[in-house]
């Protein structure tokens, strides 16, 4: 007889100081499915879903289709809309009392009234299957809590950052599945903190090197210890406020309780014993101007663009995209021979339609979220191109069709502005072949990205400089008022050495 489990995905990453709301509208523009429409719209995509389906086709399990929800990081989700995604997927398993359940869910969501959104499913799901297996895939800035852990049986994260191994943690944790419903696997997880409690910014989560590349590196050795089916590091979202914030690790191990607890003690003790590496000095936006100029002057320096990040404006961490500091600065300077995407400017982008292709007129572009980010460009500016938005995206980190809307690009003052319709990240450098720019000819370039722009871009560019600009995922995070967070923290406070690890392990 042919296994059934149910499959589904809650993705979202919460930043509790974005301007940005999360309404039902954004998760529409993002990708919000229910129920069978989910086994033709999902399959073969370049999702966790994606990935869950395929192996459900190999396996030869039926498939019971819950929900399937994406959308950019922002503000908590909408209390209202988080109960009508809750009840779409709990309904099916209730239903249909599958075998096993399979999500994916990003681990650092959080909605109005609800600050632990995948311990809060993990319990529902738990409370309708009950010893049947719940196995999770994650990305690895989840904020996991002991009230998670303790109801799900397997946690499979990202191993990388920029997240280029999502297909095959989604793969791992259907297999583990596949073992758990033949019987040959118990799965069992243990979730512990470090000795004391860490919110470590994600500025140094780059998993090629640094503190991650550390403990994964240890990860992989207890991976090799027999009974250790994953060891998942999570460095933690830092800009969810809410008690469950920071860096934690999940061993999920073979009926073995006590080995999973004792793995994720080890390697959250190696956290807090490395957590000064994952403090990271930046250059503000003035400094990153004159280096740049600096750099342009220097005729030995390797070919290929200066990359600007604009790592507080990351769309991919809660930013609006429309921050404007860094920009205006870059004027004030005089640079020149600058490519700058994406811009999320609906108003702007409508104007330069109505302008028409070649033709000039002063815009207003961006600064619309948030005052205290940086009044808007006041400029003269030509339209030089407009475009549907639509492309296809090659970047390891993120496959297939993609849409930013309505965009134009906007020239002013040695200036190329990628103005959109659609709040996205610039994670591929097909974000500028598709408006007409070559971003490996342009001299410098400037991405509202933090990380994961580097698997498509980082071949490309002669030097990356990460900017201290004002933003909702700035790496300062002092600069946070924060409400929620149990104190003492570090980094955000001194600490004394002589607490213990707390562990929690989950038969």
């Not at 191994?165 to 297999?175: G, K, M, Q, V, Y």
Request: proline content about 8%; aromatic content about 6%; glycine content about 8%.
């Amino acid at each position: 007889m042919k296994k059934r489990v149910a499959i589904g995905m809650i993705s979202h990453e919460s930043n509790s100081f974005s301007p940005v709301s999360t309404p039902r509208s954004e998760w529409e523009t993002w990708g919000l499915t229910a129920g069978a429409d989910i086994l033709t719209i999902w399959k073969g995509s370049h999702t966790p879903v994606g990935a869950f389906l395929d192996y459900a086709e190999q396996a030869g399990w039926e498939v019971i289709p819950t929900l399937a929800a994406q959308t950019l990081p922002s503000k908590p989700t909408d209390a209202q809309h988080y109960r009508w995604m809750k009840e779409q997927l709990l309904a099916p398993i209730e239903r249909e009392q599958p075998d096993g359940v399979l999500l994916f869910m990003h681990g650092a969501m959080m909605a109005e009234g609800t600050d632990d959104v995948e311990g809060d499913i993990c319990r529902a799901v738990k409370g309708i299957i009950g010893d049947r297996p719940l196995i999770l895939a994650m990305d690895l800035h989840g904020n996991i809590t002991p009230e998670m852990c303790a109801h799900c049986d397997g946690v499979f994260a990202f191993d990388t950052n920029p997240h280029i191994d999502l297909i095959e943690r989604a793969t791992e944790a259907a297999a583990c599945m596949e073992q758990a419903l033949l019987g040959t696997i118990r799965p069992v997880t243990a979730h512990a903190d470090p000795p004391h409690r860490m919110l470590p910014p994600t500025i140094n989560m780059r998993t090629a090197e640094g503190p991650m590349a550390e403990l994964f590196a240890l990860a992989r050795q207890w991976e090799e210890r027999p009974g250790i089916l994953n060891v998942s590091v999570f460095g933690g979202f830092p800009y969810c406020d809410f008690s469950g914030a920071g860096l934690s690790i999940v061993a999920t191990a073979d009926g073995d309780s006590s080995l999973a607890a004792a793995c994720a003690t080890a390697i959250a003790a190696k956290a807090w014993e490395i957590r000064d590496q994952f403090l990271k000095e930046i250059p503000t936006y003035e400094a990153a101007v004159r280096q740049t100029l600096s750099l342009l002057a220097d005729v030995n320096r390797p070919s290929g663009p200066i990359i600007l990040a604009d790592v507080a404006d990351n769309p991919t961490g809660g930013g609006a995209a429309d921050t404007t500091v860094l920009l205006h600065e870059l004027l004030r300077c005089g640079v020149t021979g600058v490519a700058v995407a994406c811009i999320h400017d609906p108003e702007t982008v409508e104007q330069a339609i109505s302008t028409g292709l070649n033709n000039t007129a002063r815009f207003t572009i961006g600064g619309r979220s948030c005052p205290d980010y940086g009044a808007p460009l006041e400029v003269v500016g030509t339209v030089l191109a407009l475009t549907d938005g639509r492309f296809t995206a090659t970047s390891p980190v993120s496959r297939g069709e993609q849409d930013m809307g309505p965009t134009a690009v906007i020239e002013t003052g040695g200036l190329k502005l990628v103005i959109t319709t659609h709040r996205r990240a610039c994670i591929d450098t097909a974000v500028f072949t598709s408006v007409g720019i070559d971003p490996a000819a342009m001299p410098v370039l400037v991405i509202k990205s933090r990380g994961h722009f580097r698997a498509s871009f980082e071949p490309i560019a002669s030097s990356i400089l990460e900017v201290d600009a004002p933003g909702p995922a700035n790496p300062s995070l002092h600069r946070f008022p924060y409400r929620n967070i149990p104190r003492p923290v570090w980094p955000l406070d001194e600490i004394a050495e002589e607490a213990c690890c707390e562990t929690h392990d989950h038969p």
